[in-house]
């Protein structure tokens, strides 16, 4: 078969997979983080059903996607399968066999080249994003200690190029459930996701779109995300002492 039919049927039946595919992965993952390990979820209330809307999360391991998009729109997504975000990923991970690249392309992944200096992934990113919303780690590369490190510029340029709804998201635990070298993922872990109000970003709009402009808006990005860890690492221990009181008045 060639070239030209494949795409011509890949066009024909993706619709069906894509729904399919999409629908029955995110119902898949939501048993698995509330059911197979215990998922806290805050501030999902911030977050809108609307295209262009842009989560920015911190990184921990190669399924936050799953983590941070399912949470943010299941189950309406079951009706609004266009709510189900983008997830720029890497094409040595995501797009290896064929197989893997139409599981892929169902579950909304847009392949970024080895290296990320792929001058053509930001428009693919900007043009999908004007349709639908999208999940991105600023970060570039996963976290190996939890710890929240510095954002890429790619981002920031993004936002500069499409305006959208900018919602940052802090998840905690994830390291935990699989830390980076492991094949498969660890059950009954406790996990944290925390969606913030959408920042105004405003201010950076009437600027030139430069390389620092976007990197200013990305410091304001992960300013927020670290206070959002903070604010979970306090919920964790006020919940700790609140077990430890009730353990020792058992006693």
């Known amino acids: 078969m060639s070239k030209k039919k494949r795409s011509w049927l890949f066009r024909l039946t993706w619709p069906v997979t894509h729904y399919f595919v999409t629908n029955i992965s995110v119902s898949l993952a939501y048993a698995f983080f ?7 979820v805050i501030g999902k209330k911030n977050v809108p059903r609307q ?3 842009l ?3 911190n990184h921990q391991t190669m399924i936050d996607s799953f983590l941070v998009g399912t949470i943010a729109y299941y189950p309406i997504s079951l009706i ?11 094409e040595e991970n995501f797009f290896r066999t064929p197989i893997l690249a139409w599981l892929a392309y169902n579950w909304k992944c847009i392949p970024i080249k080895k290296g990320r200096k792929d001058v053509g992934a930001i428009y693919r990113m900007a043009e999908a994003l004007k349709k639908d919303p999208m999940v991105l780690f600023p970060e570039g590369t ?5 710890s929240i490190g510095k954002a890429r510029g790619g981002a920031g340029l993004l936002i ?20 980076i070298g492991s094949i498969f993922p660890k059950l009954f872990r406790k996990i944290y996701v925390y969606y913030g109000k959408p920042l105004d970003l405003k201010e950076f709009y009437n600027k030139e779109r430069t390389k620092g402009i976007a990197h200013d808006i990305m410091v304001r990005v992960m300013d927020t995300i670290r206070a959002m860890h903070a604010e979970i690492e306090t919920l964790k221990a006020h919940k700790n002492t609140l077990h430890e009181k009730t353990a020792l008045q058992r006693e």
């Open 34 to 40: 509330h059911i197979l390990n215990r998922t806290i």
């Open 51 to 53: 295209a262009n809307t």
């Open 142 to 146: 996963r976290s190996r200690d939890g």
């Open 160 to 179: 500069l190029e499409t305006h959208p709804t900018v919602i940052p998201v802090c998840i905690d635990g994830m390291d935990k459930l699989l830390p």
């Open 55 to 57: 989560l920015l999360s």
């Open 80 to 90: 609004r399968p266009r709510l189900i975000p983008w997830n720029p990923a890497a």
